[in-house]
């Protein structure tokens, strides 16, 4: 390799310097941004676990407050996936909407199952939706609105399209 190197003209061998050090920069350049994508996975890693070890530490608080606010539920008193739908499309009929709905989704953990559906409504007057919400909000909370979506209609003033997210809570298992 040396021999080669020496055996080229002087114009030649700055050529080969000039293309070595061109590599050479790309190559470092190129190693300086692994690093610090590296670098910057390591602290966003550290930063999540100390958020979960705050969590962890929390655990006994966050559990004594669950455990009371779980002494104030019913097991009588929750929504199945049934009697959610039964109660949304009621509220909605009584607030004077015309709704449809998807069938419920349902998540079990423990003794808990939560029941979510969505209902849309069409050329709703804003009227209607505020006596809808207020039709739901005194069964909280068994039943509680996740999130509610208003859209204006195009060419009819005064009337939206609504999108709301319904959640029930069911007991499963009686609370000890």
């Known amino acids: 390799m040396k021999q080669l190197f020496f055996g080229l003209q002087p114009r030649e061998r700055y050529m080969a310097l000039a293309a070595l050090l061109v590599a050479a920069f790309l190559w470092a350049t190129s190693s300086w941004g692994r690093t610090r994508d590296g670098w910057d996975a390591l602290q966003s ?8 070890q705050a969590w962890l530490d929390k655990r006994t608080e966050i559990k004594a407050a669950a455990d009371a606010a779980v002494k104030g539920l019913d097991a009588g008193r929750g929504y199945d996936a049934t009697r959610l739908v039964e109660e949304a499309l009621a509220a909605a009929k009584d607030a004077g909407l015309n709704p449809n709905t998807d069938s419920p989704k349902t998540q079990k953990s423990g ?4 029941h979510s559906l969505q209902l849309s409504c069409r050329r709703a007057d804003l009227a209607s939706v505020v006596r809808f919400y207020q039709a739901i909000a005194p069964r909280a909370p068994y039943l509680a609105v996740n999130a509610l979506s208003l859209q204006a209609d195009r060419g009819n003033s005064g009337t939206v399209t609504m999108i709301v997210t319904l959640s029930s809570l069911e007991l499963i298992a009686p609370v000890k």
């Open 45 to 52: 890693l550290e930063s999540e676990a100390a958020t979960q």
């Open 111 to 114: 003794k808990f199952a939560v």
